[in-house]
């Protein structure tokens, strides 16, 4: 199993690989740093016209945005993956240190992102929920105190995913178009733009969202929305939510076997 904890004591290094990765994301850019607060409140607002108002479907905006800025962070990380490895050939080969500093460093710059829009959601939901005449509206940050663990979790959830991902497309190249198919499917799979209650039966757990819920994605986000709008996202009722949460420990484990096995090999395939 490869020493993560070894890895970690180099964290001179990961955050210079962070800061690298920020700056090139960036570079040239006339907005720079702000695109990380503009990218998610354009797509959420893309959504709500096309659903709200030409579908004409009665959506939280609230669901919506935490779904987008949710999501935001696990496309980020996944479609970054591919490139972690490949896309620095020469550093691979060149310059030895624990090459899962190179994931774990793109994953931690996305993460930086993430936790500046999580802050712009925050505002938007209390000012939302306080100037709201709907009945149905109401401002609950009870359930706040849920948001670490939601957060920690997600982020072993989507480093277990780059690991697989970034390792796998060193050998196979292939890897990085599957993923975008993947991707795309998990996005209509998981309830980012919809209510997870949409795969219920008037509220009741049935076969089929017992299985929904086995995505980790479709309990992280209850979780990520429990925090945000309390009693408002009501406890899934599937007893499948705990456990499929657990699989983002799975997942990480599973990312951390692979990348052991196959990080002696990479020099050599780049």
Known sequence: MLDLATALKRRELVVNLAVRTLKVRYKGSA??????????????????VFIGIVAKIKVDIRIMLTGVIFWQFVVMCTGDAAGALAGHANLVKKVYFPRVLMPFSM????????LLSLAVLLGLVIVISTTSTSTDVWLDLSWFWLLPVALVLQFALVFGVALIVSALNVYF???????????????FMSPIIYPVEMVR????????????????????V???RRAFLGTGQPWPPEWTFVPSLALCLVVLG???????????????QL
């Open 201 to 220: 039966h008037d509220g009741v757990a049935t076969t089929l969202s017992r299985w929904y819920m086995m995505n980790p994605l479709a309990s992280l």
């Open 222 to 224: 209850t979780l990520v």
């Open 31 to 48: 907005l720079g740093f702000m695109w990380t607060l503009i990218n998610p409140l354009l797509m959420m607002l893309i959504y709500y």
């Open 173 to 187: 190249r292939d890897i990085e178009h599957v993923t975008s198919v993947v991707l795309m499917a998990l996005f």
């Open 107 to 114: 994953c931690l710059a996305n993460a930086v992102n993430y």
């Open 254 to 268: 599973i990312g951390l076997w692979l990348f052991s096995r196959l990080e002696p090999h990479f020099a050599d």
